[in-house]
């Protein structure tokens, strides 16, 4: 089993998995200030007011503050810092147009974040405790107004994404417990269950419009095509499952893989399926071909418990070893190594709305980000010879290139002239 099968759940027992039951609370409003004021936005005293250039509040504005005595200007980061938790997270998500990031944990507790590159930047906005269990997806609408939450208890929480107030909730939406979470539109969404349960949502109507159990195992990921019309879920059955949506009804499963499929996404503009496993795997299937796989490639991972794609070429894989590696699909290619939660599993990853970061949740309670500007323009040639070599490309500097530290190439660099002038000189020695 993955995230999604028994790891989380030894996990949720062993941190309690017990949410607090109670309201949202709001941490960064006041005086009328909208919740997504930027983080380094005008406070109540050492202002410049904006009537007559004139100091407000009690301390001395920067335009008449002793030189020797300011405060030094916060350092710009290459990516925001990490975001800790009391427990682990268990699911991420970015918001679609701001520089906002939610996160659910094990105790079914939600935060939601801003985040910055500047030094100290990052502030939590609110937090809600109204999960009773663990929270295990989270997902933003596409107009970033309502946060989606599923949970272990079996419920369906959206709040007020500004304020962080419930609006509407789905007690019993499901009769195991909740897994899995896509928003399909403004008014559908698609959750399934721990016991392979499907369920198509209408907000209009406030209730379930599809109901089907074709797997029988627990949900793992879905996905769905740009004509949102084939809504497709990944199972711990080995099947990957095609439902049409617009006329509600099952179509067909995959042929079963070996061990559990863990997640779904679509790649080269949707010709291309790719699904995660749990045996290190990446099954390819054709769009259109779903009956059985077009292609597999052995990431040399132990598992692949989560996907996200970042190009229509590219995408990134977390794993249980801690390290997100970024993958290229046809040709299929490891590229690198974009950067990893030492020895804990990786529960989820996220793309920025800008696309220039990568959010990622593990065992380690944090919340990490990593800067993947540099895949946009990677082009893997066909033809070129693979490099056999154990230790991964690191592609950021925070990355450490596998187990090994960034600088690693550096040394061995360094290395190797002198191992070639030590050879030279034998050489000499020789003749």
């Known amino acids: 089993m993955t995230r999604t099968g028994s790891r989380i759940r030894e996990r949720e027992a062993a941190g309690g998995g017990q949410g607090t039951g109670g309201c949202s609370r709001l941490l960064a409003q006041s005086n009328g200030r909208k ?63 701001q520089d906002i990031l939610a996160a659910g944990d094990v105790d079914g507790d939600v935060y939601v974040y801003s985040y910055s590159c500047l030094e100290g930047g990052n502030r939590e906005l609110w937090s809600s405790g109204h999960h009773l269990k663990s929270c295990r997806e989270v997902s933003f609408s596409h107009d970033g107004h309502k946060l989606f939450t599923v949970s272990k208890d079996k419920s369906i929480h959206i709040l007020n994404v500004e304020e962080g107030r419930l609006v509407t909730r789905f007690s019993k939406a499901h ?8 928003v399909i539109d403004e008014h559908l969404f698609a959750t399934g269950d721990d016991g392979g349960m499907l369920k198509v949502w209408d907000l209009r109507k406030g209730t379930a419009i599809m109901e089907m159990q074709q797997h029988e195992e627990y949900i793992s990921g879905m996905a769905i095509d740009e004509n949102k019309k084939l809504l497709l879920t990944t199972s711990g059955d080995g099947t990957m499952g095609v439902f049409n949506i617009k006329r509600r009804r099952f179509e067909l499963l995959s042929e079963p893989q070996s061990g559990d499929l863990t997640s779904v996404v679509l790649m080269k503009r949707g010709k291309k399926v790719a699904c995660g496993s749990s045996e290190g795997t990446i099954y390819l299937f054709n769009w259109d071909g779903f009956g059985a796989t077009s292609d597999r490639f052995a990431v040399k991972a132990e598992s692949i418990d989560c996907m996200v794609p970042v190009t229509e070429n590219v995408l990134c894989t977390g794993s249980i070893d801690g390290v997100i590696r970024a993958v290229n699909i046809l040709p299929n290619r490891v590229i690198g190594s974009v950067g990893q939660h030492l020895g804990e599993p990786i529960e989820q990853l996220a793309k920025s709305h800008t696309g220039q970061l990568l959010a990622s949740c593990g065992h380690d309670q944090k919340v990490k980000f990593w800067d993947i500007s540099s895949l946009c323009s990677v082009v893997v040639d066909d033809y070129r010879k693979r490099k056999k070599s154990g230790q991964l490309k690191a592609l950021s500097s925070k990355a450490l290139g596998g187990r090994e530290d960034f600088f690693a190439d550096l040394r061995e660099e360094a290395k190797a002239p002198k191992e070639e002038q030590e050879k030279e000189s034998d050489s000499d020695d020789s003749d």
Not at 37 to 61: L, Q
């Open 35 to 97: 919740l997504f004021s930027p983080p380094f936005g005008a406070g109540k005293g050492g202002n410049v007011s904006g009537a007559g250039g004139s100091c407000g509040g009690g301390g001395r504005c920067r335009a008449h503050a002793d030189p020797e005595q300011e405060e030094p200007e916060p350092r710009l980061r290459e990516t925001p810092e990490d975001i800790s938790f009391e427990a682990a997270a268990n699911t991420i998500a970015f918001h679609p147009s």
């Open 175 to 182: 009769s195991s417990a909740l897994n899995s979470l896509l």
